[in-house]
């Protein structure tokens, strides 16, 4: 090494990949490097360093970048499942030929597309951190496909004309207080549910909390009861999509739906609303949604067109969007933080206009014969509506 001392013996390859004259070019620039002091073993030994796949570049990109949980498992599971073979190249070997071959045999083209748009997103990465120059998939997407546009958002929800039938298939097909079920005479009460009720109590009251809160389903279905607090009357929710904590306000509704569960023989430990197996919260409510939707006559519910109903319910009251928008925990810039610490008051309020839209008479109801509250509530659809203490 640097032509003297250390001797550096390094093999060029086999001899029957080389012709002789290649061999003795390929050694000259070996021994050019050896007397300038490089030690090719070490150049070979860094490159291997640095050598990534997609898949292994997606594993370093999810634990840097502050993703949501969803999108970090979407990610490794998305990238290495469409992309097969092509996500265990070495990133700097990637071409637009080897993205064109790839999509021409790609089977799910929408699920192709997102995972195309999370490899742009990759490489981009791998750019600034200076794994490569390029980045191919993007040359890809823009120039050989000519970008893929972005599909509108869905725009699906439960309409003000619908609202009605809706909740009453929901009340029909909801198991009522045990109290009540048990009862030898029904009438009179009987009529809001069928005989043989088949959506649970912690579905039933999971859909609820969803339809008058528009929060979304996983935020609320990792609600623990160390984030529900009885004495300030609020629920919290940690980690959600905008980055922020989301405090509401505990209406007179969600509070008899909480000390409910928080009374029931029933009540899981850590969670609010636990599966049927009681080994984790709630995650698929898709059955119960299709059960309500064969009730009323309605095409296909998802949990987040509850979100979205919610947030047309606040249009067709004439909320402002900066209201909207606090309801809905968005991150918006002209929401400020100090607007909503002080208005916790009418972040309540606003969440009564909203269930009282939604409900009606039948909110009454629902805390006598679902949350055991007291029968003065169920004032019924022709009685004047009395003012009652708020929380009892």
Same mark, same amino acid.
């Given at each position: 090494?640097?032509?003297?001392?250390?001797?550096?013996?390094?093999?060029?390859?086999?001899?029957?990949?080389?012709?002789?004259?290649?061999?003795?070019?390929?050694?000259?620039?070996?021994?050019?490097?050896?007397?300038?002091?490089?030690?090719?073993?070490?150049?070979?030994?860094?490159?291997?360093?640095?050598?990534?796949?997609?898949?292994?570049?997606?594993?370093?990109?999810?634990?840097?970048?502050?993703?949501?949980?969803?999108?970090?498992?979407?990610?490794?599971?998305?990238?290495?499942?469409?992309?097969?073979?092509?996500?265990?190249?070495?990133?700097?070997?990637?071409?637009?030929?080897?993205?064109?071959?790839?999509?021409?045999?790609?089977?799910?083209?929408?699920?192709?597309?997102?995972?195309?748009?999370?490899?742009?997103?990759?490489?981009?990465?791998?750019?600034?951190?200076?794994?490569?120059?390029?980045?191919?998939?993007?040359?890809?997407?823009?120039?050989?496909?000519?970008?893929?546009?972005?599909?509108?958002?869905?725009?699906?929800?439960?309409?003000?004309?619908?609202?009605?039938?809706?909740?009453?298939?929901?009340?029909?097909?909801?198991?009522?207080?045990?109290?009540?079920?048990?009862?030898?005479?029904?009438?009179?009460?009987?009529?809001?549910?069928?005989?043989?009720?088949?959506?649970?109590?912690?579905?039933?009251?999971?859909?609820?909390? $969803?339809?008058? =809160?528009?929060?979304? #389903? +996983?935020? @609320?279905?990792?609600? %623990?009861?160390?984030?529900?607090?009885?004495?300030?009357?609020?629920?919290? $929710?940690?980690? =959600?999509?905008?980055? #922020? +904590?989301? @405090?509401?306000?505990? %209406?007179?509704?969600?509070?008899?739906?909480?000390?409910?569960?928080?009374?029931?023989?029933?009540?899981?430990?850590?969670?609010?609303?636990?599966?049927?197996?009681?080994?984790?919260?709630?995650?698929?409510?898709?059955?119960?949604?299709?059960?309500?939707?064969?009730?009323?006559?309605?095409?296909?519910?998802?949990?987040?067109?509850?979100?979205?109903?919610?947030?047309?319910?606040?249009?067709?009251?004439?909320?402002?969007?900066?209201?909207?928008?606090?309801?809905?925990?968005?991150?918006?810039?002209?929401?400020?933080?100090?607007?909503?610490?002080?208005?916790?008051?009418?972040?309540?309020?606003?969440?009564?206009?909203?269930?009282?839209?939604?409900?009606?008479?039948?909110?009454?109801?629902?805390?006598?014969?679902?949350?055991?509250?007291?029968?003065?509530?169920?004032?019924?659809?022709?009685?004047?509506?009395?003012?009652?203490?708020?929380?009892?």
């Amino acid at each position: 090494l640097n032509g003297i001392g250390k001797r550096i013996y390094i093999t060029i390859g086999d001899c029957d990949l080389f012709t002789a004259e290649e061999a003795r070019q390929l050694a000259r620039e070996l021994l050019i490097k050896i007397k300038t002091g490089i030690n090719p073993k070490d150049e070979i030994k860094k490159e291997e360093a640095t050598s990534k796949t997609i898949e292994m570049l997606c594993q370093e990109y999810v634990e840097i970048r502050p993703l949501a949980e969803s999108t970090k498992k979407d990610y490794l599971y998305r990238v290495p499942q469409q992309l097969g073979k092509l996500a265990n190249k070495d990133i700097k070997d990637l071409d637009v030929q080897d993205f064109v071959f790839w999509w021409r045999n790609a089977k799910a083209k929408e699920s192709a597309k997102v995972a195309l748009r999370y490899v742009s997103a990759l490489l981009n990465y791998a750019k600034v951190m200076k794994y490569v120059t390029e980045n191919v998939a993007q040359d890809f997407r823009r120039g050989v496909l000519g970008g893929i546009p972005t599909k509108p958002p869905k725009q699906t929800h439960i309409a003000r004309d619908e609202i009605e039938d809706w909740i009453v298939s929901f009340v029909k097909q909801s198991v009522p207080h045990q109290k009540y079920l048990n009862l030898e005479d029904k009438e009179g009460i009987s009529d809001y549910w069928n005989d043989e009720p088949t959506i649970r109590d912690s579905v039933r009251d999971y859909i609820l909390f $969803l339809l008058l =809160t528009g929060k979304r #389903k +996983t935020e @609320v279905s990792n609600l %623990t009861w160390s984030n529900v607090d009885f004495k300030k009357l609020t629920i919290t $929710l940690e980690k =959600t999509k905008s980055g #922020k +904590t989301d @405090v509401i306000p505990m %209406t007179n509704m969600l509070w008899h739906m909480l000390v409910y569960r928080n009374k029931a023989p029933s009540k899981h430990l850590e969670f609010v609303f636990p599966n049927r197996y009681r080994s984790g919260p709630i995650i698929d409510i898709r059955r119960a949604l299709q059960k309500i939707d064969m009730g009323c006559g309605k095409e296909h519910t998802t949990a987040h067109d509850l979100r979205r109903t919610f947030a047309t319910m606040t249009k067709e009251l004439g909320m402002t969007n900066q209201d909207t928008a606090i309801l809905l925990n968005h991150s918006k810039r002209d929401v400020t933080e100090g607007y909503i610490i002080v208005s916790w008051k009418i972040k309540r309020a606003n969440l009564d206009k909203v269930e009282k839209l939604i409900l009606g008479y039948i909110s009454g109801w629902m805390k006598v014969y679902w949350y055991e509250g007291s029968e003065g509530w169920d004032q019924g659809p022709d009685e004047p509506q009395e003012e009652r203490e708020y929380y009892f």
